[in-house]
C-alpha cells in the first residue's frame, strides 16, 4: 500500500510563468548548444608541433579541466539538488550537462594534438599542483556545505558558482585566446571560446539567482555575508596571482594575465550585485580579438544587463579592505 503520508512530491510546472528569467536561460543555453567534434581541431597539428610553450598550454587545459570536472559533479549537481524552485532546479541540471561538454572538450583538444603518455603527464600534474588543488578545495568545500535549512549556506555555493565561472577560469582561458587571437592554434581557442559563451549564460543566471536570495536576508546577514565574500574573492585571488606566476613564468605572459583576471573578478563581483573591487585597467586587446564574435550571447547579456540588476548591496569602501595588485 502506498503511504499517502508520506511526503508529498510537487511536479516541476512550466505553465507557471513565475519567474520569466529562468526560461530565458533555459532557452538561451540550449539555443547555442555544441559538441567539440564540430570543430578541427586538428588543423592545430601542424602549429603545434612547432609550438614553443606546448608545455604550458597543457598545463593550462588540464588545469581548466579540474575546473569544469567540480563544476559538473560537485557545483552545478548541489546547487540543483538544494534550489527549491522546480524550474530553476531543472535549469542548473541542464548547465550541469554543459559542464560535462566542457570538461570533455578538453579532452578532445588532448586527444588531437598529444601522444598518451604526455596527456597521463598532464593529468598528473593536476593532482600535485598546488595552486590548483587549492582553489578546487576551496571552491567545493562551499559546495558541500549547503545545508537545506540555512539559505545562507545555498547564497554561498551560489557565490562560490560565480567566482569558479566567472573568475578563476580565465586565467586559463587567457592562453588559448591570445594565441588564437594571433592566429595560433586557433581551432582549439574555438573550443575555448564556445566554452567562455557558455560560462557567460551560467554567471549571469547563476549570479541573478544569487541577488534574489540575498534580497531576503536581513541587513545584518546581508552585511556579514558581503564581508564572506569579498575575503573569499581575496583569497581565491592571492592564489591565482601564484597559479598564474608559476604557470605562465616561462611565456613572459603573468603581467598580463593578472590584468584579465581582475577584469573578470570584477564581472564576477557584478554578476552577484556587488562593487567592483579593482581598479579598471586595459586588458590585452589580443585576447578580446580571440573571443568569437559570431554568437550573439555577450551582447545578449550587455543589452539585458540592467535587467539583472535586481538587488543594490550596501558598498564596501576601498578602506574595507587592503591589497596589492
Ligand atoms: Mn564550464
Ligand atoms: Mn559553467
Redesign the pocket.
Known sequence: MLDLKAKSFEAVNWNRNQQELTKVFWDQQWKQIWFPEEIAVSKDIKQWTEFAHQDTYKKVLGGLTLL?TI?TNIGMNEIARFTPDLQEKALFTVFAS??AI?AKSYSYIFTTLCTNSEIDAVFEWIKRNEYLQYKANKISDVYRSINEHDAESLWKAMFASVML?SFL?YSGFFFPLYLGGQGTLRNSAEVISL?LR??SI?GVATGFFAQQRFQSFTPEQKEKLTVWGYEFLLDLYHNEVAYTNDLYAETGLSPDVKSYVRFNANKALMNLGFDVMFPDEEVNPIVMNGIRNEGSTYDFFSQKGSTYAVAKVAPITDETFSFDF
Open positions: 569544469d563544476q554543459f559542464e566542457h565561472e577560469f566554452i557558455d560560462e551560467h
